[in-house]
């Protein structure tokens, strides 16, 4: 853990002495924290550049995925029930959740699945259409969607954190 918070400072330009911590990573290439923060580093690039690493994108980011080659497999939902299939050949999914507000520049998703819930904080919603565009990688969605039912509150920010609308996906599995 010393390493990890050594390796905060070396970041933030807090260190001490970071020529001689440079030396040390360079001494010591199989050092255990360092392999997990490089995986980190590697995951998180590959995370962001298919915007997945935030909480939601905007239909710009989508297109931009699409444009590079990627196969994204958008699923367009409006409240209620409703079930997505993965197709074969998808790298991403991303489901469009219409929420019907505008006036939102950030929102709370709860997801519950049957052993698990997940709240995902600050998420993005494109004031335009008055929708969220949730991306996930293709192993994601399958946990996601592959699971069985899964249940969708979506929540404003603050306050009461009332709910704005609910999805319930795929109740047949």
């Not at 939601?56 to 196969?71: I, M, N, S, W």
């Not at 409703?82 to 489901?95: F, G, I, K, P, S």
């Not at 920010?157 to 609308?165: D, L, M």
Request: hydrophobic share 40%; aromatic share 6%; proline share 2%.
């Amino acid at each position: 853990m010393k390493r990890l918070e050594e390796i905060g400072a070396y970041l933030t330009n807090e260190h001490e002495n970071p020529d001689a911590f440079e030396d040390a990573m360079f001494d010591a290439p199989d050092d255990a924290d360092l392999a997990w923060f490089d995986m980190l580093a590697r995951h998180g690039a590959h995370l962001a550049s298919h915007y997945t690493f935030d909480m939601g994108c905007l239909r710009e980011d989508v297109d931009a995925l699409v444009a590079a080659g990627l196969r994204v497999q958008v699923e367009e939902r409006w409240p209620g029930t409703t079930r997505v299939d993965l197709a074969d050949d998808t790298q991403l999914l991303c489901t469009k959740l219409h929420i019907g507000r505008t006036d939102l520049e950030r929102v709370d998703v709860e997801i519950t699945l049957a052993h698990a819930q997940k709240t995902m904080r600050d998420v993005l919603v494109d004031q335009r259409e008055g929708a969220i565009y949730g991306l996930c990688e293709r192993p994601l969605a399958q946990i996601a969607y592959g699971a069985g039912r899964s249940h969708v509150k979506i929540r404003e920010r603050g306050g009461e954190r009332r709910v704005i609308v609910e999805y319930t996906f795929n109740e047949h599995l």
